[in-house]
């Protein structure tokens, strides 16, 4: 229905920075949730963060509250995770994804069953 794509990633120093963008190229995503998933080498996907449609409310899991932002931008069609202060731990494949169910404009909990049309993924590498 929806086909999300994920870009940004790369090899990151810990300490820095990373933008990662989720963009639906032939759908508009303004009536859509859109949460953010990882999953590192050997672990289950893993929720990151969510931001609803109309009224912006974001979600984040504990493991980057503090340090992640989620934004969306409906005249480029984009959503926005930002990672700060970036860990080892934070090496993963990040995906983005909708709400499986009705409301779709509304985060549902951040678990991977709970949400669809994922994405290729981009991977983060933090290391030296």
């Known amino acids: 229905q929806v086909q999300l794509v994920e870009s940004g990633g790369g090899l990151v120093q810990p300490g820095g920075s990373v933008t990662l963008s989720c963009a639906a190229p032939?759908?508009?995503?303004?009536?859509?949730?859109i949460g953010w998933f990882r999953q590192a080498p050997g672990k289950e996907r893993e929720g990151v963060s969510c931001?609803?449609?109309?009224?912006?409310?974001?979600d984040y899991a504990a493991s980057v509250k503090g340090r992640a932002t989620i934004s969306r931008d409906n005249a480029k069609n984009t959503v926005y995770l930002l990672l700060n202060s970036l860990k080892p731990e934070d090496t993963a494949i990040y995906y983005c994804?909708?709400?499986?169910?009705?409301?779709?404009?509304?985060?549902?909990?951040?678990?991977?069953?709970?949400?669809?049309?994922w994405g290729q993924g981009t991977q983060v590498t933090v290391a030296t």
């Open positions: 931001i609803n449609s109309a009224d912006g409310a974001t």
């Open positions: 994804a909708v709400p499986r169910d009705r409301p779709y404009y509304y985060c549902s909990e951040l678990r991977e069953d709970e949400y669809n049309n």
């Open positions: 032939r759908s508009s995503l303004d009536g859509y949730a």
